[in-house]
Each structure stands twice: as C-alpha cells, then as structure tokens.
C-alpha cells in the first residue's frame, strides 16, 4: 500500500481529481476547511523522449548551496550527457517570490527542459 500510494504521488502521470485539493486518486483530502485555494487547469510539461541534443535549464532558486549542486549537475551532464546543453541561472527576486519573469519567459523560447532546485 504504502509503494503504491507513494508511486501515485511521485509519478506526474497519476493525474489529479477536480475537488480534491490536489490529492491524487485514492488518497483522500485534506481534513473538512483545510482545502486551500482552488485548483488550476495548468498542468505538467509532456515528458520528452530523450535529453539529447536538447537544452536544459538549471535555476537555482536561492536557498544556501543550490547553486554549487546545480554546477555539480550540470559536470555531470558535461560528462555522461556531452550532447546536452545545460545552462545554470538563479532565479530572480526572493526565494518564495519573483520579482520579474523574463527567466520564465527565456526558459519557455530557449529551453526544452528545467531543473528547478533547492539544496540546504
């Protein structure tokens, strides 16, 4: 039980229930009034087949030593994944909010692919 449900959760193709506060299928909800905001009709970025030859961003988003994980990743594309453009920035503004969203923007027209990261 504890397997499946952890798989549901971790695998962006379980999908979501309307109503449910964001709680996958078969997990219940959150306790009567803790429901939060409604949800979106956003949903995740198809899979790609393959990284090669594509271009991935790396956006560390400020929390102590993402950066330095994010430059150890991007070695490790350099490395195993040469075909593999990977390009390291730091998300503008503070760590729980932009302040502009022109990375967002470059992200979208240049990128194929985001790591978003914390470290700490």
């Known amino acids: 039980m ?4 952890r798989f549901s959760v971790m695998s962006p193709e379980a999908g979501v229930q309307k109503g449910t506060g964001g709680f996958p299928p078969g997990i ?5 009034g803790m429901g939060g905001p409604a949800l979106s009709s956003a949903s995740f970025a198809k899979r790609l087949d393959t990284l090669e030859n594509k271009t991935v961003y790396m956006v560390d988003i400020g929390f102590g030593g993402g950066y330095n994980f ?3 990743l991007q ?9 593999v453009t990977t390009i390291v ?8 909010m ?5 990375l967002w923007e470059e992200v979208k027209e240049k990128g194929h692919a985001v790591v978003l990261g914390v470290a700490g």
């Open 75 to 83: 070695k490790w594309f350099a490395e195993h994944m040469p075909s």
């Open 98 to 102: 932009d302040d502009k969203n022109d």
């Open 89 to 96: 920035k730091r998300k503008p503004g503070q760590v729980f």
């Open 70 to 72: 994010m430059l150890q």
């Open 28 to 32: 219940g909800g959150p306790p009567p």
């Open 2 to 5: 504890t397997i499946e449900v």
